[in-house]
């Protein structure tokens, strides 16, 4: 359900820069922002039970820090969602920006269109009153090494986060090389083992601290390059309570799971409301696939309607057609992308997703079109009328 009108405060310190802020915001929105000016000697706002903004814009500055300490402090009913602006630059201030409840932190001088999206999302956050349903979780994996699996979930996450209204993390579950981080060409300070052992701890604004940020406002949480862990140092109940709390703070949770059958992958599968299978058109690539479907089946109790095969780098000329395909792997869905190895190859050496690189790319539109397959709500304005539908075919049992 959708509450009424949404009210948008912003608040600091410099009058001309909080009038500036303030009248570029409305125009962004086409909605009333009223503004209150603060100064140094004000550390607390004007909220109670009854009155307080759905939204607050906070123009952070040296003059009105303790306001942060006043909004850490406040009753959680009373909290609005919150949106801060800082002149200054420092990680510091990013993280009390956080444990004050920010959504969103940003450094001046703000890229308009990063602002508009941001705010937009804060908005739709605001309006919808939710059942308190977890998101969904996707994870993908590979039939074989190899096969693709890293970039199209990179991809995917990437998509619903630009194209979509969802709030979407990414978990790189590769801990020995995993490539999440190359392929969004991110450098995270973080990681997914300090999350895991303050697990006790570990609420949404704690988790938020330790993901990797993306420009689309995906999210991202991995390890860092000089990190080793080794397998049994990470604890399939600690993987099951980190995937309660995404999934209770985020609309879609995609893993990019390396292709091994443990405790942790085993608790990973079990959780996942869409397993991607991902193939190539090889007798190699089918044999494993089959095994590890039959696993999937058997072993965990997934069913038919939970997993998805993906065919990538497709060929129409191969010796192996998809009636081969849906013949050998009991006639499960199946989609299917289009090779582009030149093009794959210069995004991922850039560190940039495909969307970004190569929009209107037949690569990028079917993963686009994999996206809706998958119940992501994409905005008709990133959708693009193609053959490429063609691309995709299923059946069900």
Known sequence: MHKGAISILIIGSDSKELEHQRSTIASLLGKEVVSLLVDKNLQSLPFNQKNHPDLLIFLLDKNNLPILNYLAALPKAIRPSLLVISNIDDNNLMRLAMQAGANDFFTAPVDKNELHRALTRLITDCQYVGDGSPGVLTTVVN???????????????????????????????????????LLLDLRPEHTMIEALNQMANLDFLALEGYTAKHRS????????????????????????????????????????????????????????????????????????????????????????????????????????????????????????????????????????????????????QAILELAEVLDIKIHPSFKKMSFFKSLFTGSSK
């Open 217 to 364: 406002n995906l999210r991202l949480l991995s390890v860092l390059d000089e990190n080793i862990v080794l397998p049994g140092e990470i604890s399939a109940e600690s993987i099951s309570q980190l995937l309660t709390v995404t999934l209770n703070n985020y609309d879609r949770v995609f893993v990019d799971l390396p292709r091994l059958i443990d405790p942790v992958s085993a608790t990973i599968l079990d959780k996942s409301d869409q397993i991607i299978i991902v193939v190539q058109q090889t007798l190699s690539h089918m044999r494993d696939a089959k095994r590890l479907i039959k696993i999937l089946k058997s072993e965990l109790s997934v069913t038919d309607k939970n997993i998805l095969i993906l065919v990538n780098r497709y060929n129409p000329n191969s010796g192996l057609q998809l009636k081969d395909i849906q013949a050998t792997l009991d006639e499960l869905n199946i989609v299917m992308i289009p090779n582009d190895y030149e093009r794959v190859a210069s995004a991922t050496n850039l560190g940039v997703p495909l969307f970004d690189y190569a929009r209107n790319a037949p690569i990028t």
């Open 143 to 181: 039939a074989k090494g190899g096969s693709g699996g890293s970039l199209i979930s990179c991809n995917l996450a990437h998509i619903a986060a630009v194209a979509s209204d969802a709030k979407v993390v990414l978990l790189d579950m590769d801990l020995q090389f995993g490539t999440q981080s």
